[in-house]
């Protein structure tokens, strides 16, 4: 039947077996995605969260994020350090954003506690933002 003669298309849409008891054979590990391992990438992912008040982009995007250092300690949990830049020296929102920073960082549950240490060396230049950031800012 042709969807000229049947007002619905998902009328003609195939049949799929049903699935749903091998489903359930499939091991708990392996269902559904697998969590995101945490490292580095996850603690950059969460500081995406911290949006520049003046810029409306995110610190990571922006290049401000220099440096994450994970240091394991007991029952799965880790102690982050973080060394950040500013687009300034005397930029009004760096208390803001160091202040997001560990909040956004500690949130997460393999985190134990969070430092943030602002360097500014090397200093901050447009170049250190990704391609998106320049886009959003309309720098080419």
């Known amino acids: ?4 003669e049947n007002p619905n298309p998902a009328d003609d849409a195939p049949v799929l ?4 008891q091998e489903a359930q054979q499939v091991p708990e590990q392996n269902a559904g995605s697998a969590p995101a391992e945490f490292g580095e990438a996850a603690v950059r992912e969460q500081l ?4 520049d008040p003046e810029l409306f ?8 994020i220099y440096v994450v250092d994970l240091e ?3 029952d799965e949990k880790f102690d982050v350090k ?4 500013m687009t300034s020296p005397m930029c009004p929102a760096g208390p803001q954003l160091i202040a997001q920073s560990k909040t956004f960082v500690s949130a997460m549950e393999e985190v134990n506690d969070v430092e943030v240490k ?3 060396e090397p200093p901050w230049t447009p ?3 990704t391609d998106d950031a320049r886009d959003k800012l309309g720098i080419f």
């Open 118 to 120: 602002v360097v500014m």
């Open 82 to 85: 973080i060394e950040m830049t």
């Open 48 to 51: 995406k969260n911290v949006i």
């Open 72 to 74: 394991p300690i007991e």
């Open 127 to 129: 170049e250190k933002m």
């Open 17 to 20: 077996p049903d699935n749903s």
């Open 57 to 64: 982009v995110n610190i990571v995007d922006l290049g401000l």
């Open 1 to 4: 039947m042709s969807n000229s």
